[in-house]
């Protein structure tokens, strides 16, 4: 791919988560333990509480998400944005992915069917927190390819992604990205091909996202 057309390639990514026993009295000045008592102390037991939801895991599960997302059609991929965004946000991610994929298929020259998007979240944190909602920072890698269009090629960036918690669920209310930071390429390597991007994207991802 010609340099300009990776330059816009990068652009179109940017913008486009006991029991215890009885014991037996010695004497008389030996208090009994009676079963009144254990129900008693037991009562003053608090039961364990589930973990508070993470917004880091659900920021995460949104980036990840990407190649579930390239894997099915519109209708589809509305069905999964409506598990990981907002209610009120859900039209506007849809249509900002679909823009997206539409523009990076007609930079690749392919149709937007045959593209191949992988993103993978290599680190991620809290940025900001205030009770109901944060705002997680997420840096990845993506790789896109096609057939019949040479090697494959990787974006890096920073995705800043704002959540709200809602009825225990933490969702995406908005999103938006930098470019990199970005490690040197290996001059030494060998580029694949599509066909060996092919098999190693096909297997199931480490990070999982959010499907049908």
Same mark, same amino acid.
């Given at each position: 791919m010609h340099s300009r057309s990776l330059? =816009?390639?990068?652009?179109l990514v940017m913008f486009a988560t006991i029991g215890c026993s009885p014991a037996r009295? %010695? @004497?008389?000045?030996?208090?009994?333990?009676t079963s009144s008592n254990v129900e008693s102390a037991a009562s003053t037991v608090a039961a364990p509480t589930a973990a508070a939801p993470d917004p880091v895991v659900a920021?995460?599960?949104?980036? =990840? @998400?990407?190649? #579930?997302?390239?894997?099915?059609? /519109?209708v589809g991929r509305r069905e999964i944005f409506r598990?990981?965004?907002?209610? =009120? !946000?859900? #039209?506007? %991610?849809a249509a900002s992915f679909e823009q997206a994929a539409s523009e990076l298929a007609t930079t690749l020259d392919v /149709?937007? !069917?045959?593209?191949?998007?992988?993103e993978v979240p290599i680190t991620a944190k809290v940025a900001e927190?205030?009770? #109901?909602?944060a705002s997680? #920072?997420?840096?990845t890698v993506s790789v896109l390819a096609a057939p019949s269009t040479g090697s494959p090629q990787q974006v890096w960036r920073t995705v800043h992604i704002d959540l709200e918690l809602s009825s225990g669920r933490w969702l995406v209310t908005a999103a938006n990205a930098d470019q990199g930071p970005t490690p040197a390429a290996n001059e030494l390597a060998l580029q694949s091909g599509w066909k060996e991007f092919q098999v190693v994207a096909s297997w199931p991802a480490v990070v999982k996202g959010v499907g049908l």
């Open positions: 330059r =816009a390639l990068v652009l009295s %010695q @004497s008389s000045n030996v208090s009994v333990t920021a995460i599960a949104y980036v =990840a @998400s990407t190649d #579930d997302l390239m894997g099915h059609s /519109p598990k990981l965004v907002a209610p =009120a !946000e859900v #039209d506007t %991610q /149709p937007v !069917e045959r593209l191949m998007w992988v927190s205030n009770g #109901d909602s997680v #920072d997420v840096w």
